[in-house]
């Protein structure tokens, strides 16, 4: 990897850190943005659906079960607009699942960097499977 993209790709991982902010969720706040030909074409954070209250515990510090992934997030949000996500670049702040693994392969993503190994890398390995270029990149 030349120098060029290697600085391309800790700048847009700081931003995917800095969009998880907006997130809600209280035990693990992520943030994802999808660039194509150095345009970012969509971002996601982890959060409940659209029309639903911003909180992702339940009363035991549980996720709920309908919390969105950010992947997931920027996946369909790419989906209603008028870009494709063929051949993108996902940042991430942590590790994809393996649901999030099926869509980034389903979504023709080429590359997916993200900055913070989760406890089970069973979707890491799935995007490796599926020849997708993924790297991990601390910043």
């Given at each position: ?72 997030n ?39 960097i ?26």
């Open positions: 990897m030349n120098n060029k993209q290697q600085n391309l790709d800790y700048r847009y991982m700081r931003m995917a850190r800095i969009w998880a902010e907006n997130s809600y969720c209280e035990r693990r706040k992520v943030g994802a943005l999808l660039v194509k030909n150095k345009m970012i074409i969509s971002d996601g954070y982890n959060g409940t659906p659209s029309g639903f209250e911003n909180k992702c515990e339940d009363e035991n510090n549980t996720s709920k079960a309908y919390v969105l992934h950010a992947e997931a920027a996946i369909t949000k790419v989906a209603r607009s008028h870009n494709s996500s063929d051949g993108a670049t996902l940042y991430v702040t942590a590790s994809p699942c393996i649901e999030c693994a099926k869509l980034i392969i389903q979504a023709g993503i080429k590359r997916v993200y900055g913070e190994k989760y406890r089970i890398m069973d979707g890491v390995e799935l995007l490796e499977r599926a020849g997708i270029e993924i790297e991990f990149l601390e910043v």
